[in-house]
């Protein structure tokens, strides 16, 4: 089966959840989750976060987590087994935009790196809302993929890939920058938002986290840059590594909001 676009494996998700981990305990105390709170992790992957919720809601409560991919969520439920909370942590495949949870579900749901991924993250953010109890937080966290700068004498190149990495390797690149519009739209109260820049010196971890090869592969195939250009280009990041010089940032945002 061919890979969607911006599709990550779970070792993807591994490590860069690594990286994260000060942001998603911050998601976690967002939520306000309570003993036997009903929670949901919209786009769950290979249960990167349910686990963690386990003890928050306990063996009284319930985490269930979503995601598109049945090969994610198997692999979500055997680390579920193997941690012990399988009896109160359960993964489904799920549409993102077509919840089968009845209204006022969850005491609060999160969203995490998920909708830079979707068509129609309006409709994914109206479902969550449907689901979570008047009362309750929805938390969503996502990239904005324009804000993506790397330290290079090369910005025509540089632009054009973060342009294209936005526009067109992601079908909601921008999403990061949007999340404020739609929780207004969505009648949230105390809404609340947080900008968090992630940068790193290291040219390994860069090209890891932003799928960097992968890219520049789908870029050149689009003619948006040249064989010639990419060489250039990975030249420079390449003398950069060496000279210790490295250095890249992306932002990421995170959103908070009550369901009056």
Known sequence: MSQPKGYVDPEFL???????????QNSYTLMQIELGHKVLDLGCGPGTDTIPLAPLVGANGIVIGADYDAAMIDEAEQRAEQAGVSAWVSHQCINAISLPFAKDYFDSCRSERLFQHLHYPEQAL???????????????????????ST??????IERRLTRFTAESFLHNGYSGRKLYRLFKQQNLVDISFEVFPVATPSYTVARHGMQAERIEQAALKAGVITAEELKHWQTGLEQADSDDT????VNIMMLAGRKS
Do not use: A, C, Q
Not at 14 to 24: A, M, P, Q, S, Y
């Open 151 to 156: 330290d290079t004498d090369d910005t025509d």
């Open 246 to 249: 490295y250095f890249s940032s």
């Open 126 to 148: 109206s479902e969550m809302v449907r689901v979570t109890k008047p009362g309750g937080w929805v938390v969503v966290l996502d990239t904005d993929w324009g804000s993506l």
């Open 14 to 24: 591994r490590v860069i959840g690594n990286h994260l981990n000060d942001i998603k």
